[in-house]
């Protein structure tokens, strides 16, 4: 009877380590199953970033573009108005007509008109 109480003994403890070990790997398992999930969300959340980033990223470079043709108009006006003062300024020295433009401050003043009492 001692052997049968020692095989008995000896069968429980391998079925205790081989509960214990099955647990361990299960627990392992569902471990690396919720990881891997975190971390496919965690990618997705990621690539929606990216996404925003880039979609942002464009709008911006539209933006840019938009600004410098505009610029470059503006650079082209600028230039055709220097153009065109420096021909009405030629035509005037030839001609004679158009005097050069007084500024404000040396015009003369003229008095200023008091109002009378009506009778």
Request: glycine share 6%.
């Amino acid at each position: 009877m001692e052997m049968d109480e020692a095989r008995t003994t000896r069968q429980l403890s391998l079925y205790r380590t081989l509960g214990l070990a099955m647990t361990f790997l299960a627990l392992i398992g569902w471990g690396t199953a919720y990881f891997a999930h975190a971390s496919a969300t965690v990618q997705q959340q990621l690539r929606e970033e990216v996404s925003q980033l880039k979609a942002a990223q464009n709008q911006l470079t539209a933006e840019r573009d938009q600004a410098q043709a505009q610029l470059a108009a503006a650079q082209q006006e600028v230039i055709g108005l220097t153009k065109r003062i420096e021909e009405l300024q030629e035509k005037a020295s030839v001609t004679g007509s158009v005097p050069a433009p007084t500024p404000a401050s040396q015009l003369p003043r003229t008095p200023a008109k008091t109002k009378g009492k009506g009778r």
